[in-house]
């Protein structure tokens, strides 16, 4: 499975943007899927996650929470993550990773490469 996230750009504070992680060789409805960040000189960190569960599952970290979502459309075959009320600090690369685990993953089988969001006013 190859992954690849896409829709990062500049917005200023407050703003939304929507990204998308598209995956090429497979569907995504089988797997989990979790967006991560990574912002110059940070670690990694986990935004969320989608399950692969019929109920879609959805977690997220605290720094997100109510203010992204993660949702599908497996007729797309994308997984999406809508950021609102973007804060300076969620300036980042922003990553899509698929893990074959069908509840919440503790590992990610497959990683795509990065898009690129920058806050600022």
């Known amino acids: 499975v190859q992954l690849q996230a896409s829709g990062g750009g500049l917005v200023q504070p407050g703003g939304s943007l929507r990204l998308s992680c598209a995956a090429s060789?497979?569907?995504?409805?089988?797997?989990?899927i979790g967006w991560f960040r990574q912002a110059p000189g940070k670690e990694r960190e986990a935004v969320g996650c989608i399950t692969a569960t019929s109920d879609g599952s959805t977690y997220y970290a605290d720094s997100v929470r109510g203010r992204f979502t993660i949702f599908r459309d497996n007729a797309k075959k994308m997984v999406y993550l809508q950021m609102n009320s973007l804060k300076l600090e969620d300036a980042a690369v922003y990553y899509c990773?698929?893990?074959?685990?069908?509840?919440?993953?503790?590992?990610?089988?497959?990683w795509g490469q990065g898009t690129l969001v920058t806050v600022s006013s």
């Open positions: 990773a698929a893990s074959r685990t069908y509840g919440i993953p503790n590992e990610y089988d497959y």
């Open positions: 060789g497979s569907t995504l409805d089988r797997y989990a």
